[in-house]
Nanobody
């Protein structure tokens, strides 16, 4: 059974940091792009960051560029998202996703999704 399991969410004050992790299992993801999306209450799902299968290419959403960093450990089938300088606008459910098609900013290109982890940033 293919699973993506996020962890590391929680409540943090504005200006603080959190590190999200995603553990992938059930198949080989070494050739898949791995990414993060988020969805705030009442809003559409938003692209956050993605990294190519090789780890050589990474893209970030404009709202997180310079504050968030994505990394992956192919040996462990994990991907992480280091989030710094958090603001209340970063409050959302964060989803890990994997794509067999491309390193894309579009959620439609991702084949597998985690259940999400809540991040809440207080002002």
């Amino acid at each position: 059974q293919v699973r993506l399991v996020e962890s590391g969410g929680g409540l943090v004050q504005a200006g603080g940091s959190l590190r999200l992790s995603c553990a992938a299992s059930g198949r080989d993801f070494s050739m898949s792009a791995m990414g993060w999306f988020r969805q705030a209450s009442g809003k559409d799902r938003e692209f956050v960051a993605t990294m190519s299968w090789s780890g050589g290419v990474a893209y970030y959403g404009d709202s997180v560029k310079g504050r968030f960093t994505i990394n992956r450990d192919k040996a462990r089938n994990t991907v992480s998202l280091q989030m710094n300088s958090l603001t209340p606008e970063d409050t959302a459910v964060y989803y890990c996703a994997a794509s067999d098609q491309s390193t894309s900013r579009s959620a439609r290109m991702y084949n597998y999704w985690g259940q999400g982890t809540q991040v809440t940033v207080s002002s």
